[in-house]
């Protein structure tokens, strides 16, 4: 019912009002504890900055952002960490066998695909994830997938 009275405008009411507005300043007795924790962080990060991006131009590979499709090219290929993740295909933590949980795994080439023919004839050199004796190091100057 009131909220009829309110709507139909049959009840007008003036009430004052004080605004205040608060505004909030930090004041710092010594700016020095501030600045130079993060200007020394800064300082520490820029090399190591400099460092991730000069090897990702020295590699030559690009990431692609979340993606699905370069989880699935690197993670195909390697026989042992495909028959041990088929037992976790449900998904979910509760599904993950044990024996994958407890799996070394690295990054290189793929020893077992090294010279595979393709449909032209050439040998294709594969580079992904694997168990240790899988893998071996990548070398500098060797194409990769093509």
């Not at 020095?32 to 030559?60: D, E, Q, V």
């Not at 037992?87 to 024996?99: K, R, T």
């Not at 090294?114 to 032209?120: A, C, I, L, Q, S």
Request: aromatic residues 8%.
């Amino acid at each position: 019912m009131m909220s009829a009275v309110l709507q139909l405008g049959f009840w007008h009411t003036t009430v004052p009002v004080n605004i205040t507005n608060i505004h909030e300043v930090y004041s710092f007795v010594s700016p020095k504890t501030l600045i130079i924790p993060y200007l020394t962080c800064l300082l520490l990060s820029i090399p190591f900055l400099y460092l991730g991006l000069n090897s990702l131009r020295l590699n030559g590979v690009s990431a692609m952002e979340g993606g699905f499709l370069q989880i699935l090219m690197t993670t195909t290929g390697s026989k042992t960490l495909e028959k041990a993740a088929m037992g976790g295909c449900l998904g979910g933590d509760e599904n993950v066998p044990e024996n994958l949980k407890s799996m070394r795994i690295r990054f290189g080439e793929l020893v077992w695909s090294r010279d595979v023919e393709d449909g032209d004839g050439g040998a294709v050199k594969r580079a992904g994830f694997g168990t240790d004796d899988e893998v071996m190091p990548l070398r500098r100057g060797v194409t990769y997938g093509v």
